[in-house]
């Protein structure tokens, strides 16, 4: 079972998170270091939101990540959802 973190971001996300990015990017790569979280990135055309593919169906593992991402923390995500993801191929 997999879960899937959208995330969507203030208008000017990309002129704001340049002081938060390296945090961000350091506790992402932790999170895929540990193996819970298989990729992630911002949807672009227009850059308004991420998706993080985590390994796991445990919310608990992605709600922890979402309280520790300086985006959260900094008013950068204006909202954020979870989804359980059944694979069925790949």
């Not at 997999?2 to 002129?15: G, H, P, R, T, W």
């Not at 390296?22 to 850059?47: C, K, N, Q, S």
């Amino acid at each position: 079972m997999y879960s899937l973190l959208f995330y969507d971001y203030v208008d000017d996300i990309v002129e704001r998170r340049a002081p938060f990015r390296e945090a961000h990017l350091a506790l992402a790569g932790e999170m895929h270091d540990r193996g819970v979280l298989l990729m992630a990135g911002a949807l672009t055309d227009p850059i308004d939101g991420a998706v993080l593919v985590f390994t796991t169906g445990d919310r608990a593992v992605v709600e922890d990540f979402v309280a520790r991402d300086p985006y959260v923390r900094e008013g950068l995500v204006t909202s954020w959802r979870v989804r359980p993801w059944n694979v069925v191929l790949g």
